[in-house]
């Protein structure tokens, strides 16, 4: 027999799995926090817009509250690291123990298997650049794109990369190097793995391919507490025939639950050690890349809200913004904002505001509330409203309404 679950207990089961509770550290968080939340994930998305943070630093804010960002930076690019960059759900930070688990990838990349044909075949056509690339960072240690002395300097294929970023990127994919730090403007700067990643996890056995596969899907129902096979395929990019064995054979051995859940379509699975909570006291701006989220169509299915990365939409044709965070109020989304981060005024910017229909009496005043510790986290002093959507008016009335308290105090 199945077990069935009604709409709202698998959102608070999802929620439960991805971290989210009422209390937070905030600036007390430590390392241990952080590095125990990106365990718990699994796998943390990177993206270079940085209009309001980039998107990696997000996700711990939206769980932790204001942990200190250097630390994140210090996880990820310091000399001593507990995480490491791959292509895992896009371009991702994961824990070192999910490296040996995505060696087959890597092999495909080398291999061009799947949608890794062009990799593969860069690697075999333009081998005097790959060779040179590789040769000038054993001799000169760790170089971004931008420093190799190779191939031709003006813009190629590939969205305009020269063929020094082609090299590097296709040597990244095929797991002959790794990101040895991040500089500047976000520039990768690659490195061989035999110098920058730890010796243990260069000589762990590379687990065979169905291995590593089922270990990633249960990295994946662990970080979603209930998911169908679609949203498990997802995670972490995997193939439809691959997932779909995986999930049976882990499912016969007991490590996946068949449930039903009550308007979804297809059926889920739920982890063994899922927590079923009563109640979600959340309160959190999410990023439009949070794990939670990444995934429109079970986000569509979990919360009934329909999110759409507008950044590539014309203007014009924007439904809530460019840069638009959703807003986690308890088990609901209830609100969207379209943010910006002015720092040279020192302000974050709402561009936009909307009310979804979960939306409640406290709504403006939770969302005034996590607006203002979000200011105070990116090292801004105030946050502006503008007069556009549904939901504007009233947010900056909670706004003014907290300064002016604030004031008398």
Known sequence: ????????????????????????????????????????????????V??????????AFSRLGAYPRPMLEELAWARKRPLFEYWAHEASLLPLAAQPLLRWRMADARDGVGVWKGVARFLREHRPVVDRALEQ?????????????????????????????????????????TTATRRGTFERVYGLPEKVLPRAVLEAQTPAREDAQRALIRVAARAMGVATERDLRDYFRMGVAETKA?????????????????????????????????????????????????????????????????IYTPAAKRTHG????????????????????????????????????????????????????????????????EPKGDLAERLARALSGASASRRKR
């Open 1 to 48: 027999m199945k077990d069935t679950l009604s709409a709202a207990e698998a959102r608070r089961i999802a929620l439960a799995a991805q971290g989210f509770r009422a209390e937070r550290p905030g600036p007390a968080a430590t390392k241990q926090h952080l590095t125990r939340l990106i365990e718990r994930l699994g796998v943390v998305q990177i993206d270079s």
């Open 50 to 59: 940085n209009v309001v943070s980039r998107t990696h630093y997000l996700p």
């Open 137 to 177: 960072i054993r001799e000169r240690g760790p170089l971004a794109a931008s420093e190799l002395e190779v191939g031709a300097k003006g813009a190629g294929g590939w969205w305009g990369w020269s063929d020094a970023k082609r090299a590097a990127e296709c040597l990244f994919w095929s797991g002959e190097l």
């Open 246 to 310: 995986r999930v049976a054979e882990l499912v016969e051995a007991g490590e996946l639950i068949p449930v039903a859940v009550k308007g979804w379509r297809e059926p889920a699975f739920v982890d063994p050690a899922a927590r079923r909570p009563r109640r979600i006291e959340a309160c959190a701006l999410l990023s439009p890349f949070d794990n939670l989220i990444w995934f429109r169509e079970r986000t569509e299915r979990m919360f009934g809200v329909r999110v759409r990365l507008e």
């Open 322 to 385: 460019y840069y638009v965070l959703p807003f986690l109020e308890g088990d609901a989304i209830t609100a969207r904002v379209d943010l910006k981060a002015d720092r040279k005024a020192g302000v974050l910017v709402v561009q936009a505001s909307h009310a979804e229909p979960s939306a409640g009496a406290e709504t403006p005043e939770r969302l005034a509330g996590e607006l203002r510790t979000m200011a105070a986290w990116l090292g801004l002093e105030h946050v502006r409203v």
